[in-house]
């Protein structure tokens, strides 16, 4: 709202209405300032704020003047501004303006090295020289608060390692690195014995100036490779027609307390109780995670089983033909008879039809078969 003040002389100076109620008069300059930061707010990093300075309807007849104070912490490096006026590099920092024409504007930049993380606040302040007049001052401060944060330490974690099973992880793996002072926390410890395959290592760094760095988390692969592991079957034998014994094996390269028993699969082999004799390969499925296995196959024989012939008594009266001579078997396997043989025995005897009485000896004679031996 315009209002109207008498001067004598019947003149008039208009007094033109401000924020909050306040007036200012026409005649008066009207200096603005505003101020905001920029750059990485993140300790170690340093700071920059613009200040801008804006001048109303009025032109100023003389200098004007930014004082920026800085808080604790915050130590000017340059000052600088857009028309070459000259800034005092001390706290505060003050930047003169030679002149400021109707509705301009000028700026400042400075930058600062921040000591730490926090909270800073400051305010900076435009002035007018006496050569003008500034009866509203309410927008000639502005107050920032510019939050830093802790700044995140580097972590540099080479390429680890590779471990063979059995393997304990140690400095080879678990060797990550930064600048910043502090300790490393791993995941799985130094010393731990990890299973063949894949692994995701994980490192905490806890820095010891925990008010200006961030605690960080990194994480880095291994791979695990298989021990090798070699097993040797035991050569077994057997006779013609009897079950399969136990197959076992000598075990080489176990390794963190391994037994037989972490491995799956077993030893095998084709042969059956009615395979005929001769000699099988022992096979194996034996396998674990943790190891690459080289295979030494043995063999399981099958000898022919014992048979034995016996040759039946006989009579006959004196004068008489021969009777037909046989012979009776023990020992066949697989319920077999005498049917399966690939050359049967015989009987005879030196009595013939004119022979006086008397005893005399019927023998057998060997048969013949891969799956027998004879007796």
Known sequence: MALALSLGLGGALALLAGPAGLTRAAADVDLGIVKSASGPAVYGQPLTYTLVLTSGAVGLDGPATLTDTLPAGLTPVTATTSSGAACTLANPVVC??????????????????????????????AAVSASDTESFLANNTYTLATTIAPA?????????????YGAALGGAQLNASTPVAGAFAYSPAAGAVLGAGAHTLTAVFTPADSANYAVVTATTSLTVN???????????????????????????GFVNGDTAGVLSGALTVTATQTTPAG??????????????????????????????V????????????????????????????????????????????????????????AGADANYTFS
């Open 96 to 125: 003169s303006f030679a002149s400021l024409g109707a509705n301009s504007t000028a700026s400042a930049t400075i930058v600062v090295d921040v000591a730490g993380a926090g909270v800073y606040t400051n305010t900076v302040t």
């Open 152 to 164: 995140t330490p580097v972590i540099t974690w080479p390429a680890p390692v590779a471990l063979t």
């Open 226 to 252: 298989p021990a090798p592991l070699t097993i040797a079957a035991n050569s077994v034998s057997r006779s013609y027609g009897a079950a399969n014994p136990s197959f076992t094996a000598v075990y080489t």
């Open 279 to 308: 000699a099988y390969a022992i096979a194996s499925t034996r396998a674990g995670p943790n190891y690459a296995v080289t295979y030494v196959p043995g063999a399981l024989t099958i000898t022919p089983a014992p048979l034995t």
């Open 310 to 365: 016996t040759a039946n008594n006989q009579s006959k009266a004196y004068g008489a033909a021969l009777p037909a001579l046989g012979v009776s078997y023990s020992g066949f396997m697989n319920s077999e008879t005498s049917a399966v043989l690939d050359v049967l025995p015989t009987a005879g005897t030196t009595a013939t039809q004119s022979s006086p009485a008397g005893t005399y000896a019927i023998t057998a004679s």
